[in-house]
């Protein structure tokens, strides 16, 4: 059977700023959001009446009913493996599965595609190298939120514990899709302008190389890892690793991109999410739209996590407290800081014994 027209789930937009108004492109779509349940449930068995519903349900709303629907998946999981921060595991994939969804959802309605192809093609490679990063054996990300969790667990108690961490994990599942929310916007744009434009071509390929930026980030964090490690384990700095003995002692990376920056992987990775909320506010010529919850969310869990990951740092290295006073935490020591100083770090270190 042909798919339904297109119309019958997205609105009617006269101009490209309707295509960011609330209140005429999503709000009176939430109504699809309590039926949606029945309505798969009712057709279970048959497959062209599950497509039917797909492509005739608004793909804003069921990318959103998909999210509230993992919600007790994850928490049920979390009970059975007595693990509270599943939501690590699909971080890297689930906005890759709502560009998808939107990809595919425009396909199976004749929509012009290119921008959201864009958008998938950007996200396809954010979420390669975040899992990549994840999975790495002896990654230092990997177990990183284990461990916050229990110095979190020691301060608050198992049972607080659970309550924030069950409520954070529904927040997260929503946070996810509502990041990608600019992406529908791009979506109900292509209507009146469905040609990649100069704009559209240059926030792409800059979030890709945002993307390219933050993995040479971790790749230094990640190569000074395993040689600090090595060299604990043979006090002999690693051939090659292009680390001095001092730097290894003062037990955390200030070289590379960590030079400019306390967080330079954070920082790349806040400013993808920025700049494609900036993609959707130029597409739908506005300055400011309904859709910037789900950037300002994203930014806030790094406002929350940060400080903490932070103080466990200062508590473990002396000369931490320095670097935070030289060098920014997101925003590069060449515009906010007092810039590194290598020779000020180990004189820094005499005073405090070498101790580490």
Not at 23 to 49: K, N
Not at 150 to 163: E, H, Y
Not at 183 to 197: C, D, G, H, K, V
Request: proline content about 5%.
């Amino acid at each position: 059977m042909p798919p339904p027209t297109s119309g019958t789930a997205l609105p009617t937009v006269k101009s490209l700023q309707d295509c960011a108004d609330y209140h005429q492109v999503l709000e009176p779509y939430l109504p699809q959001l309590y039926t949606l349940p029945d309505r798969i449930f009712a057709t279970l068995s048959d497959v062209d009446g599950l497509k039917d519903i797909y492509a005739s349900t608004n793909p804003a709303i069921s990318g959103l009913a998909f999210a509230i629907a993992l919600m007790p998946v994850f928490l049920l999981v979390s009970e059975i493996n007595r693990n509270f921060s599943q939501v690590d595991r699909v971080w890297s994939l689930l906005p890759t599965v709502y560009h998808a969804h939107y990809a595919l959802w425009a396909r199976m309605n004749g929509m012009d595609t290119q921008k959201v192809d864009n958008v998938l093609a950007f996200s396809v490679v954010w979420s390669l190298r975040l899992t990549f990063n994840y999975w790495r054996k002896g990654g230092y990300e990997i177990g990183s939120e284990d461990y916050r969790w229990n110095i979190i667990k020691d301060k608050i108690g198992a049972f607080g514990l659970f309550i924030r961490i069950s409520c954070s994990s529904a927040a997260c599942r929503v946070l996810l899709w509502a990041v990608t929310a600019p992406a529908y916007i791009l979506l109900l744009s292509t209507r009146l302008s469905p040609s990649m434009q100069t704009p559209d071509y240059v926030i792409s390929r800059a979030m890709i190389g945002l993307v390219i930026l933050e993995f040479f980030a971790d790749n230094q964090m990640w190569n000074f890892q395993q040689a600090k490690k090595q060299y604990q384990k043979t006090a002999q700095v690693p051939k090659g690793s292009g680390f001095t003995r001092a730097q290894l002692d003062r037990g955390f990376i200030t070289t590379g991109l960590w030079r400019f920056s306390r967080h330079p992987n954070f920082a790349a990775e806040q400013a993808i999410w920025l700049c494609l909320y900036a993609w959707g506010c130029v597409a739908s010529e506005t300055y400011f739209n309904w859709s910037v919850a789900g950037v300002a969310g994203y930014m806030l869990v790094f406002a929350g996590s940060t400080p903490l990951t932070e103080r466990i740092s200062a508590g473990k290295y002396p000369d931490y407290k320095v670097y935070q006073q030289r060098v920014g935490r997101f925003i590069p020591s060449l515009f906010f800081g007092k810039s590194w100083d290598e020779a000020e770090m180990e004189r820094s270190s005499k005073v405090n014994g070498g101790k580490r």
